[in-house]
């Protein structure tokens, strides 16, 4: 079964929805805003990601960078942060 991941970043912490491919919320759960935090969740072999989303804002870079840097020895999972400016996404 393939899930899809949300994430809200703030400055403390971070909220992580995870929805299977029927789109039943299957976590939600509240994690630091940082790498190794996030990994914990993300890493979960129960799941594959077929796409993470974080939203748009000036934490979303930051967070999506570290993350992807830390996450390097995972396989790929496309990544998407929705800009809201440009009513386009930031891959």
């Given amino acids: 079964m393939d899930h899809f ?4 970043v703030s400055v403390k912490e971070t909220s992580v929805w995870i ?3 029927m789109g039943k919320i299957v976590r939600e759960v509240k994690v630091a805003s940082e ?13 594959h990601f ?3 989303g974080l939203e748009a804002g000036p934490l979303a870079d930051l967070t999506f960078s570290q993350t992807c840097r830390v996450c ?9 942060v929705p ?8 891959r």
């Fill in 5 to 8: 991941a949300g994430l809200d």
């Fill in 50 to 52: 077929k796409r993470i």
């Fill in 83 to 90: 800009s809201a400016r440009r009513g386009s996404y930031l």
């Fill in 35 to 47: 790498p190794g935090a996030l990994l914990l969740v993300m890493k979960n072999p129960a799941y």
């Fill in 72 to 80: 390097a020895s995972m396989s790929p999972i496309p990544a998407i």
């Fill in 19 to 21: 929805v299977d491919d």
